[in-house]
């Protein structure tokens, strides 16, 4: 490979890592033509971009980062493919489902954290995304709202009776 072909694709992955929040490496050894396929699909379709990526190549474009990525730099042997995503656990529940654990995974950079080993998957899966902790909190926020709700109206319902009861007498 060119000098220049090799800084161009220094540059692409650079601007990839900048892009996305999270990114996943995982390990495709023993994956056929179809398996491959099949998985490129279910990333495709779960909105994660999936990079097959030269170890040193990714590792210079790595080191152009403002972080310090070198946790990862030992995971960058053998076949590596890179899944980048927004949702930092939604690489980590695919994975989870594929039966025999091919792809599997060699790390992972989610929540400004690191994570190498494959036994780091239920971890990741753990993560909570943005909306599910919008969700946990509007949750926690909606029930001692809907308590003071029904205080007030049980309270109007009691003034509301003891009036009607003076006005009878």
């Keep these: 490979m060119k000098k220049e072909d090799k800084a161009?694709?220094?540059?692409?992955?650079?601007?990839?890592?900048?892009?996305?929040?999270?990114?996943?490496l995982v390990d495709?050894?023993?994956?056929?033509?179809?398996?491959?396929s099949a998985f490129r699909r279910k990333c495709f379709n779960e909105?994660?971009?999936?990079?097959?990526?030269?170890?040193?190549?990714f590792q210079?474009?790595?080191?152009?980062?403002?972080?310090?990525?070198?946790?990862?730099?030992?995971?960058?042997?053998?076949?590596?493919?890179?899944?980048?995503?927004?949702?930092?656990n939604k690489p980590a529940k695919m994975l989870k489902d594929i039966k025999g654990?091919?792809?599997?995974l060699k790390a992972a950079y989610a929540e400004?954290?690191?994570?190498?080993?494959?036994?780091?998957?239920d971890e990741l899966v753990a993560i909570k995304s943005k909306n599910e902790l919008i969700a946990d909190v509007v949750a926690l926020l909606e029930g001692p709202i809907q308590g003071v709700m029904g205080a007030l109206e049980s309270g109007a319902n009691t003034i509301h009776?003891?009036?009607?009861?003076?006005?009878e007498r």
């Excluded at 161009?8 to 996943?24: D, M, Q, S, W």
């Excluded at 495709?28 to 491959?36: F, L, Q, R, S």
């Excluded at 980062?65 to 930092?88: H, I, R, W, Y």
């Design 161 to 167: 009776g003891v009036l009607k009861t003076l006005e």
């Design 28 to 36: 495709t050894t023993g994956m056929n033509a179809e398996t491959t």
């Design 8 to 24: 161009r694709i220094i540059e692409e992955l650079t601007g990839i890592v900048k892009n996305y929040p999270h990114f996943y």
């Design 112 to 121: 400004e954290g690191f994570y190498v080993g494959a036994e780091k998957i």
């Design 101 to 104: 654990g091919i792809p599997g």
């Design 60 to 88: 210079k474009a790595l080191e152009k980062q403002d972080m310090d990525f070198s946790p990862l730099f030992d995971t960058l042997k053998g076949t590596t493919a890179v899944m980048f995503t927004e949702t930092a």
């Design 47 to 57: 909105g994660v971009k999936l990079v097959v990526v030269k170890n040193t190549l």
